[in-house]
C-alpha cells in the first residue's frame, strides 16, 4: 500500500522518534546507535510503503532467571506492535522457540492479538511455512543471535545455545526484507555493524556480537521502545494507518501486555532476571513516559 498523494513526507518526526529511542541506559551503546543512525526510517518506509506480511522472530532467554524464562524485553513490544499492523490489516504471525513460546503467546493475548499464528519448531519447516505465508518482511525484536563462533550469547558472554533455536537461518531465509531490533550488540541483525565496533564499546562485546546482519537495524535503549518507534513512524507515514497505531501507544494497554507477559508467560526482566513488572530494570513509569513521547510528536506533526 502506497503513501497517500500529496502527503508532506515526515522525514523530520521520524528523526525525532529515533533519538527518543536510542537513549543508553547503561550498556555504553552511544556508537552503536550513531553507527545505525536511519535505520528507523528505513525501516518504517519499508513498511509503509508495501503490500505487508509481516513475520516476527522474539524471544530471549534467561537460564538463571527466577524462574529460568523468555526475558521481557522483546516480547512485549513485538506483541503492540503486532496488534496495531493487525488493525491496519497487515497479516503477521510470529516465530520462536519452545522455551520462549508461552512468554511470546502470554504477550499476543495480552495484545488482544489471539489470530497471529506462532511457529515452533524445525527451522526448515518454519521458512516452507513462511513462503507459503508469502511474508514480505522478517522484523527481529530483541532475539539472541549467533556470535562469532556461531553460540548465541547473552550479555554476560554465556552460551545459550541449548535454550536457543538457530532463528537466525529464519531471518535470512528470504525472499523476504528484514528488519531488526537490538539493543546490547548480541541480537540478531547487529551483524550489520563492525564486529570491532561492538567490542570497543559493549563489554564482552567481541564474544557476544552477532554476526547476522539486517537491512534495517534499529538500535534502541532497550528493544521494546524501537518497536514503540516503529508504531509511531509508521503513523507519521501512514495518515491513514495513525488513529489505530497510536491507539497501540497506550499505557495502559503496554502495562496489560507487560503483566500478562510476566504473569502467564512466564517472563523475567533481563537485567535482574526476577519475574517482575520491569523491562531492562527500568520501571514502567520510564517506558511508559518513552510511549508519551513518541506519541506527542506524531500528534504534534499531524497538527501543523
Not at 515526515?10 to 529511542?21: F, K, N, T, W
Not at 518504517?44 to 526475558?71: C, D, K, N, Q
Not at 538457530?166 to 528484514?178: K, N, Q, R, V, Y
Request: hydrophobic content about 45%; proline content about 5%; glycine content about 12%.
Amino acid at each position: 500500500m502506497a503513501m497517500m498523494s500529496g502527503e508532506r513526507y515526515p522525514d523530520s518526526v521520524v528523526d525525532d522518534i529515533e533519538r527518543l529511542i536510542q537513549v543508553d541506559v547503561g550498556r555504553n551503546v552511544t556508537a552503536l546507535f550513531e553507527a545505525a543512525r536511519g535505520g528507523l526510517a528505513g525501516g518504517a518506509r519499508a513498511l509503509a510503503a508495501a503490500e505487508a506480511r509481516v513475520g516476527f522472530i522474539t524471544g530471549f532467554y534467561v537460564p538463571l532467571g527466577s524462574p529460568p524464562a523468555a526475558e521481557t524485553d522483546g516480547p512485549v513490544g513485538t506483541a503492540l506492535l503486532a496488534k496495531g499492523l493487525v488493525e491496519v490489516g497487515i497479516a503477521c504471525r510470529l516465530a520462536t522457540d519452545e522455551p520462549c513460546r508461552d512468554a511470546c503467546v502470554a504477550a499476543l493475548a495480552g495484545a488482544g492479538a489471539t489470530d497471529v499464528p506462532v511457529d515452533t519448531g524445525d527451522i526448515a519447516t518454519m521458512i516452507a511455512t513462511w513462503r507459503r505465508a508469502g511474508i514480505t518482511h522478517a522484523i527481529s525484536i530483541e532475539r539472541c543471535g549467533r556470535s562469532a563462533d556461531g553460540a548465541p550469547r547473552n550479555m554476560r558472554g554465556l552460551d545459550i545455545s541449548s535454550f536457543t533455536a538457530p532463528l537466525d537461518d529464519l531471518f535470512i531465509a528470504g525472499p523476504w526484507e528484514t528488519i531488526a531490533v537490538g539493543d546490547g550488540g548480541n541480537e540478531i541483525g547487529m551483524g550489520s555493524l563492525p564486529r570491532g565496533l561492538i567490542g570497543q564499546h559493549v563489554d564482552h562485546g567481541e564474544t557476544i556480537a552477532c554476526t547476522t546482519p539486517s537491512r534495517h537495524l534499529i538500535v534502541a535503549g532497550v528493544s521494546n521502545w524501537g518497536a514503540y518507534g516503529l508504531l509511531g513512524a509508521l503513523a507519521a507515514l501512514r495518515p491513514d494507518w495513525r488513529e489505530r497505531l497510536l491507539a497501540c501507544l497506550d499505557e495502559e494497554h503496554d502495562k496489560a501486555v507487560l503483566e500478562a507477559t510476566v504473569n502467564n508467560g512466564p517472563a523475567v526482566d533481563g537485567v535482574s532476571r526476577l519475574r517482575a513488572m520491569t523491562v531492562d530494570n527500568l520501571e514502567l513509569a520510564v517506558h511508559h513516559n518513552k510511549l508519551r513521547e513518541i506519541r506527542a510528536l506524531v500528534e504534534a506533526w499531524h497538527a501543523v
